[in-house]
């Protein structure tokens, strides 16, 4: 800070007693100014009445009131600088040099300029005192001054719709997330921002040195992506059986039960005749032994019936189509049972 103050107290002070040293070389510059001349036919004795007369009508040199008003306004200046009031001092250093386009006054321009962070109109300064003045004593320090601030990071704002976006200058991503700030080399740069489920905005700026900008990214929600059908394996509406089954198990039911009374019918006539041998015995027997013997083939018949068609329903066959689809029936003849699909 100390070194700080001291090169602005020198630039300043330079400044000041180049304004100055300005002032004598014009007086000397400035042609005298010249009383009317005595009439040549003026009497002798009338000579030394008109020097007093022309010496008292000869005009005196007018004040310079522009270098007056220079360092009046290069004096509040640096009393603004020294106490911290950048803005006030700026303002009386411009002044001054419209006032007297001293090339020196640039120098404490561009360090107001520079203390308020317009990088910018400090380089602009410094380039124009250096082309002014290429013989200056301190060219070369002031050729590294304005090198450095050439290159001073710029400092991008970056913000988007919706925050939390990752943020990537010329396609590096950053660490930072929006909104945050970022500094950037001065130059032309891409800014981008990437959300997910959003579309990425991008903005391309001109990073000036020093200056701090905005990047404000608009990011556009992604349509839903199309629902794919998925194929479904056909599955039955139910697991039960189907009608075909409880037909063919009521069949066999209805044979065993038919089998079974026919069978205790021939045993009772079997024992009948064993006590008493007759012929209509003997055929009432017969018959009865007949029909249950139909009757429990029947049962296991309809039985096997229905369990093929059970499990056929079970492995889960396509369906057929509803306008092709057809009812099983079964139906019960005296030779045998008939299933009809």
């Not at 090198?147 to 704002?157: F, S, Y």
């Not at 040195?209 to 199309?226: C, F, M, Q, R």
């Not at 029947?298 to 396509?318: C, H, I, K």
């Given at each position: 800070?100390?070194t700080?103050?001291?090169r602005s ?7 000041l ?8 070389a ?10 009317p001349?005595?009439?040549a ?21 007018p004040?310079?009131?522009?270098l007056?008003?220079?360092r ?14 950048f803005?006030?001092?700026l303002?009386?250093f411009q ?5 007297r ?15 308020l ?18 013989a200056?004593a301190?060219?070369?320090q002031?050729?590294?001054?304005l090198a ?26 950053q660490?930072?997330?929006?909104p ?18 959003f ?7 001109d ?7 905005l ?20 599955t039955?509406?139910?697991r039960?059986?189907g009608p075909?089954?409880?037909v063919?198990?009521s069949?066999?039911?209805a044979a065993?039960?038919?089998?079974t009374v ?11 005749y064993s ?5 209509d ?20 018949l ?9 499990f ?5 066959a396509?369906p ?5 689809a057809?009812?099983a029936?079964?139906?019960?003849t005296?030779?045998g ?5």
């Amino acid at each position: 800070m100390s070194t700080g103050r001291t090169r602005s107290r020198w630039v300043l002070a330079g400044a000041l007693a180049a304004i100055g040293a300005t002032a004598p070389a014009q007086a000397q510059r400035r042609p005298p100014v010249r009383g009317p001349r005595p009439a040549a036919a003026a009497p002798a004795a009338a000579a030394p009445a008109a020097a007093p007369a022309a010496q008292a009508t000869t005009p005196t040199a007018p004040a310079d009131t522009t270098l007056v008003d220079a360092r009046t306004a290069y004096n509040e200046g640096t009393t603004q600088f020294t106490a911290g009031h950048f803005p006030e001092a700026l303002v009386a250093f411009q002044r001054a040099f419209a006032l007297r386009s001293n090339p020196v006054v640039l120098k404490p321009i561009a360090e107001c300029n520079e203390r308020l962070g317009r990088v910018p109109e400090a380089i602009a300064a410094l380039e124009r005192y250096l082309a002014e003045l290429p013989a200056a004593a301190d060219h070369e320090q002031m050729e590294a001054r304005l090198a450095t601030l050439r290159q001073r990071p710029a400092r991008i704002n970056v913000a988007s719709s919706m925050p939390g976006a990752e943020i990537a200058v010329d396609d590096v991503v950053q660490p930072e997330h929006t909104p945050a700030p970022v500094e950037v080399t001065p130059g032309h740069h891409r800014i981008r921002a990437t959300l997910t489920g959003f579309r990425s905005a991008e903005q391309e700026i001109d990073a000036q040195p020093g200056t701090p900008a905005l990047v404000s990214l608009a990011l556009a929600p992604l349509a839903p992506p199309p629902v794919q059908a998925v194929p479904v394996a056909p599955t039955h509406a139910s697991r039960r059986p189907g009608p075909a089954v409880w037909v063919a198990a009521s069949v066999a039911g209805a044979a065993a039960v038919m089998g079974t009374v026919f069978g205790v019918m021939a045993l009772s006539s079997s024992s009948d005749y064993s006590l008493t041998p007759t012929q209509d015995l003997y055929d009432t027997g017969r018959r009865n032994a007949l029909l249950s013997d139909v009757g429990f083939s029947a049962a296991l018949l309809s039985a096997g019936v229905a369990v093929v068609v059970y499990f056929a329903d079970r492995r889960g066959a396509a369906p057929a189509p509803a306008h092709e689809a057809a009812p099983a029936r079964a139906q019960f003849t005296g030779s045998g049972l008939r299933l009809t699909f």
